[in-house]
C-alpha cells in the first residue's frame, strides 16, 4: 500500500512546518533558557559531579529538541516528493546544511555540522533504504527520534573528543569541567546508559514497523487471493446457469423450426423464422459467456450497436453523441463481454453527468493499425484520492458494487488492448481503449 497523493501532500506540509520550527527554535531554546552555564560553574565551584551530569543532560534535551524538527522535517519533505534514491540522498544533506547556515546567520549560533549529524543522515538513509511503504511516513519518525536522542550523548564523552564528536562550544565546556570534577566517571557512565537506552528503543521501534509492514503486506495478499477466489466462484455459478440455458434454448429452436416446415401461414413462419434467429444469437452469447476468453473477428460498428442495444433509457440515448463509426474495421474480441465493457463506462459516465445539461462522447479513430474508442463527459470528475483506486476490485464512487471497471480493465487487457482514464475533479473524464485492428 503505498503512500497516496494525499498522504504525500501532507506528509510534505508536516515535514515544511517542523523545518520551520526548526529555525524558529533557536529564538527560544538556548543554553541560557536552560541555565545550563550556572550549572556548570555550581559544579566546579561545589565539586559537585551531580550537578555537572544534570547541565550534560539538559544539553542533550537542548540539543535534541532542535534538532528533531530540522531531520524530521527533512525525512518527511524528501521522502514525500523525492523517488529517485539517489537524489533523497543528495537532498538530506544539502537541506540540513542549509538549515543549519540558516540558524547561524540568524541568530549567531554555531551548529555542527559534524560525526553526530553524519550519523543521523546514515539513519535517514537506512530509514529509506528499508522500503517500509505500507507503513505511514511519520511513523517513521519513532524510529528516527529515538535514534537521533541516542546519538546527541557521544557529545558530552570526553574520551571521544579526540575522533571528532563532540565539537560544539557547549560540550567542549562540560567535558572540560568534567576533568576537574567527575572523578569517579559518573557523566560518561550515565552518558553511554543513555545512549544504549534510547539506541534500543530506537531498534526495537524498526523491528516493530517492519513486522507491521509485513503483516500489512501479508493481509493484502490474503485480501487480493479472496477477491480472486470470490471472482472464481461466482463465474463459476454464472457459467453453470448459463449452461443450463443451453437445454432450454435448444428445445425452443428445435420448435422454431418445427413450425416454420410443417405451417403454411407465412405470418408463422416469419415469426418461427425470427425466433430461430434469436435463439442462434442466444447460443452465441451463451458460448461466448461459457469460455470469457473465446474471441472473435467482430466489425466495429456490429459492436457498437451491440453494446448500444444494451442501453434501454432513452434520457441517457439523448445524452450520448456518437461519431460516426469506421466501416470495414474488425477486431478480435469477445463481443459480448466488450460489449458489457463498453456499456458499463456509458453507464458510468451517464452517472457523472447533470441529466439535464449534461453531455458524453462516444468517438472512434483507426490509425496505423490502432483502433481507439474514446468515452468522454463533462461531469463530476474523479477526485485526485479516488483515481489512485478506480481499477481496485470493491471500489465505487456511486455506491455500486465496484465491479465496474476492475471487470472493464480485464475485459480490454483480454483481448490485448490498453484502457486509460484521465479526470479532474468538476472538469469530466475521458476514458481511452486501444485495441489493434486486424486487416
Not at 506540509?13 to 524558529?24: F, H, K, Q, S
Not at 550519523?119 to 529509506?128: A, E, K, N, Q, R
Not at 471487470?407 to 473524464?429: P, Y
Request: charged residues 20%; proline residues 3%; contains cysteine.
Amino acid at each position: 500500500m503505498q503512500n497516496t497523493a494525499e498522504d504525500n501532500r501532507k506528509n510534505f506540509l508536516i515535514g515544511a512546518c517542523l523545518l520551520l520550527l526548526g529555525l524558529i527554535c533557536p529564538a527560544f531554546l538556548t543554553v541560557r533558557t536552560f541555565r545550563i552555564y550556572p550549572l556548570i560553574n555550581q559544579s566546579l565551584l561545589n565539586d559537585e559531579n551531580g550537578l555537572l551530569v544534570i547541565a550534560a543532560f539538559l544539553l542533550i534535551i537542548l540539543n535534541s529538541v532542535r534538532a528533531v524538527p530540522i531531520y524530521l522535517g527533512t525525512f518527511l519533505v524528501g521522502s514525500s516528493t523525492i523517488r529517485n534514491k539517489w537524489a533523497f540522498r543528495l537532498f538530506a544533506p544539502v537541506v540540513i546544511m542549509l538549515e543549519y547556515m540558516l540558524v547561524s546567520f540568524l541568530y549567531d549560533i554555531r551548529y555542527d555540522f559534524g560525526f553526530v549529524s553524519m550519523l543521523v543522515i546514515l539513519v535517514i538513509y537506512t530509514l529509506d533504504s528499508l522500503n517500509l511503504y505500507s507503513v505511514s511516513t511519520l511513523k517513521h519518525g519513532v524510529v528516527l527520534v529515538p535514534m537521533l536522542i541516542s546519538l546527541q550523548f557521544i557529545d558530552v564523552i570526553p574520551k571521544l573528543t579526540p575522533y571528532g564528536f563532540g565539537r560544539g562550544m557547549v560540550s567542549m565546556d562540560v567535558k572540560n569541567a568534567s576533568l576537574f570534577v567527575d572523578r569517579f566517571k559518573v557523566l560518561p557512565t550515565a552518558a553511554y546508559a543513555m545512549m544504549a537506552s534510547f539506541f534500543f528503543m530506537s531498534l526495537l521501534s524498526a523491528f516493530l514497523l517492519r513486522d507491521q509492514h509485513k503483516l500489512l503486506i501479508a493481509e493484502q495478499k490474503l485480501s487480493a487471493s479472496n477477491i480472486r477466489e470470490l471472482k472464481e466462484r461466482r463465474n463459476i455459478e454464472i457459467r453453470s446457469l448459463v449452461h443450463d440455458l443451453k437445454s432450454p434454448m435448444t428445445t425452443i429452436q428445435g420448435l422454431a423450426g418445427v413450425i416454420s416446415i410443417i405451417s403454411e401461414d407465412s405470418k408463422i413462419k416469419e415469426y418461427a423464422n425470427r425466433i430461430t434467429q434469436s435463439g442462434d444469437n442466444i447460443s452465441e452469447m451463451i458460448a461466448q459467456i461459457l469460455d470469457n476468453r473465446a474471441t472473435h473477428l467482430v466489425l466495429l460498428p456490429e459492436l457498437i450497436h451491440y453494446a448500444w442495444a444494451q442501453i434501454v433509457s432513452s434520457e441517457m440515448r439523448d445524452c450520448v453523441f456518437m461519431e460516426a463509426i469506421p466501416e470495414d474495421t474488425w477486431v478480435c474480441i469477445n463481443k459480448v463481454l466488450f460489449g458489457r465493457a463498453l456499456v458499463n463506462l456509458l453507464n458510468n459516465a451517464y452517472a457523472a453527468i447533470d441529466h439535464e445539461i449534461g453531455n458524453v462522447w462516444l468517438r472512434f479513430k483507426v490509425k496505423s493499425g490502432l483502433v481507439t474508442i474514446s468515452i468522454q463527459d463533462d461531469g463530476c470528475g474523479i477526485s485526485e484520492e479516488n483515481m489512485q483506486n478506480i481499477w481496485k476490485t470493491g471500489f465505487s464512487g456511486h455506491g455500486s458494487t465496484g465491479l465496474g471497471l476492475s471487470f472493464v480493465k480485464d475485459v480490454v487487457e483480454d483481448s490485448g488492448g490498453t484502457i486509460t482514464i484521465k479526470s479532474e475533479e468538476g472538469q469530466g473524464t475521458l476514458v481511452v481503449i486501444c485495441i489493434q485492428e486486424v486487416k
